[in-house]
Nanobody
């Protein structure tokens, strides 16, 4: 069973930094490959939004609002994706979710898997 487990969230003061991690497990690599991994966030009362994503080739994509402060990286050997967040502001307060897009190799079809999220709270 595919699982994504996020960690690294917590309470931090404005201006601080955090590093979130997301570890993927239970993937049958004889059947699936990991295409893209990414981070989304959902603030109270708001919709879930893409923060950053990284492909298996290392290409990255960021939301404009975080581009200067967030860095996504990936350890493909360990199936872990990281999100370095710098200069946190109270507006970054949200539950941060990890998402993996798995491709069924034989069929060329993709499936999305989500973690349960990790809470980041930024105090002013």
């Amino acid at each position: 069973q595919v699982q994504l487990v996020e960690s690294g969230g917590g309470l931090v003061q404005a201006g601080g930094s955090l590093r979130l991690s997301c570890a993927a497990s239970g993937i049958r690599f004889s059947i699936f490959s990991i295409n893209t991994m990414g981070w989304y966030r959902q603030a109270p009362g708001k919709q879930r939004e893409l923060v950053a994503a990284i492909t298996n080739g290392g290409s990255t994509n960021y939301a404009d609002s975080v581009k200067a402060r967030f860095t996504i990286s990936r350890d493909s050997a360990q199936n872990v994706v990281y999100l370095q967040i710098n200069t946190l502001t109270p507006e970054d307060t949200a539950v941060y979710y990890c998402k993996a897009v798995l491709r069924r190799i034989a069929w060329g079809t993709d499936m999305d898997y989500w973690g349960k999220g990790t809470l980041v709270t930024v105090s002013s």
